[in-house]
Protein backbone atom coordinates (compact mmCIF):
# COMPACT_ATOMS: atom_id res chain seq x y z
CA UNK A 1 0.00 0.00 0.00
CA UNK A 2 2.98 2.13 1.01
CA UNK A 3 4.44 2.18 -2.58
CA UNK A 4 1.37 2.58 -4.23
CA UNK A 5 1.00 5.51 -2.34
CA UNK A 6 4.55 7.05 -2.85
CA UNK A 7 4.17 5.86 -6.82
CA UNK A 8 1.05 7.71 -7.36
CA UNK A 9 2.60 10.80 -5.41
CA UNK A 10 5.85 10.69 -7.80
CA UNK A 11 3.69 10.57 -11.09
CA UNK A 12 1.57 13.29 -9.89
CA UNK A 13 4.26 15.64 -8.93
CA UNK A 14 5.83 18.67 -11.15
CA UNK A 15 8.92 18.95 -11.59
CA UNK A 16 11.13 21.96 -12.31
CA UNK A 17 13.22 21.51 -15.72
CA UNK A 18 15.38 24.49 -15.39
CA UNK A 19 17.68 25.81 -12.25
CA UNK A 20 15.88 28.82 -12.91
CA UNK A 21 12.21 27.16 -12.12
CA UNK A 22 13.66 25.28 -9.40
CA UNK A 23 15.37 28.48 -7.66
CA UNK A 24 11.52 30.13 -8.32
CA UNK A 25 9.82 27.64 -6.51
CA UNK A 26 12.12 27.52 -3.38
CA UNK A 27 12.39 31.25 -3.28
CA UNK A 28 9.13 31.09 -2.43
CA UNK A 29 9.51 28.73 0.58
CA UNK A 30 12.15 30.58 2.89
CA UNK A 31 12.66 33.66 4.48
CA UNK A 32 15.84 35.51 6.07
CA UNK A 33 15.75 35.37 9.94
CA UNK A 34 18.57 35.91 12.70
CA UNK A 35 19.82 32.84 14.22
CA UNK A 36 22.03 33.98 16.82
CA UNK A 37 24.90 35.92 15.83
CA UNK A 38 23.69 35.29 11.71
CA UNK A 39 21.57 37.07 9.99
CA UNK A 40 21.98 35.13 6.69
CA UNK A 41 19.94 31.32 7.79
CA UNK A 42 17.13 30.70 6.06
CA UNK A 43 14.28 28.40 6.80
CA UNK A 44 13.91 26.46 3.57
CA UNK A 45 10.24 24.62 3.91
CA UNK A 46 9.79 21.50 2.04
CA UNK A 47 7.64 20.68 -0.88
CA UNK A 48 5.97 18.29 0.61
CA UNK A 49 3.92 19.41 3.60
CA UNK A 50 3.07 17.34 6.90
CA UNK A 51 -0.28 16.18 6.21
CA UNK A 52 0.71 14.49 2.94
CA UNK A 53 3.31 12.95 4.61
CA UNK A 54 1.21 11.47 7.06
CA UNK A 55 -1.69 10.70 4.66
CA UNK A 56 1.25 8.63 3.08
CA UNK A 57 2.40 6.96 5.71
CA UNK A 58 -1.35 6.29 7.58
CA UNK A 59 -0.50 7.69 10.81
CA UNK A 60 -0.48 11.24 12.72
CA UNK A 61 3.17 12.49 13.84
CA UNK A 62 3.99 12.69 17.11
CA UNK A 63 6.20 12.98 19.89
CA UNK A 64 5.71 10.38 23.14
CA UNK A 65 7.82 11.32 25.48
CA UNK A 66 8.43 9.12 28.28
CA UNK A 67 10.68 10.58 31.91
CA UNK A 68 11.53 9.35 35.11
CA UNK A 69 14.61 8.36 37.38
CA UNK A 70 17.51 6.35 36.50
CA UNK A 71 16.52 2.27 36.06
CA UNK A 72 12.75 3.13 36.53
CA UNK A 73 11.88 1.17 33.31
CA UNK A 74 11.25 4.06 30.67
CA UNK A 75 13.32 2.31 27.98
CA UNK A 76 11.96 -1.03 28.44
CA UNK A 77 8.45 1.08 28.04
CA UNK A 78 9.59 2.34 24.98
CA UNK A 79 10.89 -0.14 23.12
CA UNK A 80 7.85 -2.55 24.04
CA UNK A 81 5.34 -0.21 22.89
CA UNK A 82 7.49 0.68 19.58
CA UNK A 83 7.90 -3.43 18.90
CA UNK A 84 4.13 -3.17 19.48
CA UNK A 85 3.45 -0.25 17.25
CA UNK A 86 5.92 -2.03 14.39
CA UNK A 87 3.29 -4.76 14.64
CA UNK A 88 0.47 -2.42 13.72
CA UNK A 89 2.18 -1.12 10.70
CA UNK A 90 3.15 2.25 12.42
CA UNK A 91 6.87 3.97 11.28
CA UNK A 92 8.63 4.77 14.53
CA UNK A 93 11.60 6.06 15.93
CA UNK A 94 12.92 5.37 19.21
CA UNK A 95 15.06 8.06 20.88
CA UNK A 96 16.63 6.73 24.20
CA UNK A 97 19.14 9.08 26.48
CA UNK A 98 21.57 6.84 26.36
CA UNK A 99 22.00 6.03 23.08
CA UNK A 100 21.38 9.72 21.92
CA UNK A 101 24.30 10.46 24.52
CA UNK A 102 27.12 8.29 21.99
CA UNK A 103 26.52 10.41 18.83
CA UNK A 104 24.80 13.99 19.14
CA UNK A 105 24.89 15.01 22.51
CA UNK A 106 28.46 13.26 23.00
CA UNK A 107 30.49 16.47 23.74
CA UNK A 108 27.56 17.26 26.61
CA UNK A 109 28.26 16.47 30.23
CA UNK A 110 26.09 16.77 32.99
CA UNK A 111 26.42 20.33 34.68
CA UNK A 112 22.86 21.67 34.76
CA UNK A 113 23.59 23.34 31.51
CA UNK A 114 24.19 20.55 29.78
CA UNK A 115 21.74 18.73 30.96
CA UNK A 116 19.14 21.61 29.48
CA UNK A 117 20.74 21.26 25.86
CA UNK A 118 20.38 17.72 25.96
CA UNK A 119 16.62 17.87 26.54
CA UNK A 120 16.48 20.94 24.11
CA UNK A 121 18.66 18.95 21.53
CA UNK A 122 16.34 15.82 21.69
CA UNK A 123 13.46 17.71 21.82
CA UNK A 124 13.98 19.55 18.39
CA UNK A 125 15.49 16.27 16.91
CA UNK A 126 11.77 14.65 18.39
CA UNK A 127 9.82 17.45 16.58
CA UNK A 128 11.04 17.13 13.20
CA UNK A 129 10.61 13.28 13.29
CA UNK A 130 6.89 14.39 14.14
CA UNK A 131 6.90 17.20 11.59
CA UNK A 132 7.54 14.33 9.11
CA UNK A 133 4.60 12.06 10.06
CA UNK A 134 7.03 9.84 12.23
CA UNK A 135 5.72 8.25 15.57
CA UNK A 136 8.53 9.27 17.69
CA UNK A 137 8.95 7.48 20.96
CA UNK A 138 11.55 9.39 23.68
CA UNK A 139 12.72 7.79 26.41
CA UNK A 140 15.05 10.48 29.00
CA UNK A 141 16.16 10.75 32.45
CA UNK A 142 14.21 13.23 34.62
CA UNK A 143 17.14 14.27 36.57
CA UNK A 144 15.58 17.05 38.33
CA UNK A 145 12.31 17.29 40.26
Not at 45 to 65: H, I, N, P
Not at 96 to 122: A, P, Q, W, Y
Request: glycine letters at 12%; proline letters at 1%.
Amino acid sequence: MLASNAGALLRAMTVPRTMAQFAGACAQHHAIYDVGNSTNIKWHEGGVSTEQKEDMLGQKGCVLWFTGLSGSGKSTVACTLEHALLERGKLTALLDGDNVRHGLNKNLGFSTEDREENIRRIGEVGKLFAENGVITVVSFISPYR
